[in-house]
């Protein structure tokens, strides 16, 4: 099989999860997490429970599926700066890159943020998703000899505070209805790790 035809079967397929994710996060917003079951998914849809199921194996992960390439665009964007010799800097630009991917829409973005708040099922999802990129960022850092030496524990603690400060940034800025400056915030949060001045 040639790789065009993959490529295209994987746009196809990533469309039609848009497309579900969208029609379920209606769903979700207009009756409640908890109160929707797949068979309510999947009738919104137009599709069958089982159509459903093979592009979404849990309620979880429909609604965060807009985190779901977050990872990579980190571990892009430190790719992408890995003459900086600073890792904290580092971080603080992937980051920057991380949320303006998921910022296109700002009140998409603050809904599904205010329903990850109060859904403690999503909040454990995210966690887990958010863990799930830690090693390939941890890798990334020990990479490159700014990282005191390829040292695994400073790495992951990098990595660690950076994708913690992620989430409170994106906390507070979905708090304020996402009329706070990201960029702002998230200097403030990487601020916090700095020594201060004598």
């Known amino acids: 099989m040639c790789a065009a035809s993959v490529g295209t079967r994987e746009i ?17 917003c207009l009756t409640g997490f908890d109160q929707v079951t797949f068979a309510d998914l999947a009738q919104a849809a137009g599709v069958s429970r089982s159509t459903f199921l093979r592009y979404f194996g849990t309620k979880e992960d429909v609604v965060l599926f807009v985190f779901d390439p977050v990872g990579d665009v980190i571990t892009g ?3 992408a700066d890995e003459v900086n010799e600073d890792d904290w800097d580092r ?12 910022v296109r829409d700002v009140r998409e973005l603050v809904t599904i943020l205010g329903l990850v708040e109060k859904t403690p099922a999503l909040c454990a999802r995210l ?6 990129w830690q090693p390939e960022i941890v890798a990334r850092l020990r990479g490159t000899a ?16 950076a994708l913690e400060c992620l989430w409170i940034v994106l906390g507070r800025w979905s708090a304020s209805g996402g009329r706070e400056d990201l960029g702002n915030l998230l200097d403030t ?6 020594s201060p001045a004598a």
């Open 146 to 161: 700014s990282s005191a030496a390829g040292s695994s524990v400073i790495a992951t603690v990098r990595a660690a505070a």
């Open 91 to 102: 971080l603080r630009n992937a980051l920057e890159a991380a949320v303006t991917f998921l």
């Open 77 to 79: 964007a430190l790719d």
């Open 12 to 28: 196809s397929r990533h469309a039609v999860r848009a497309e579900l994710a969208r029609v379920a996060f209606n769903r979700f």
């Open 189 to 194: 949060a990487f601020a916090a790790f700095s």
């Open 127 to 132: 966690r887990e998703k958010q863990a799930a």
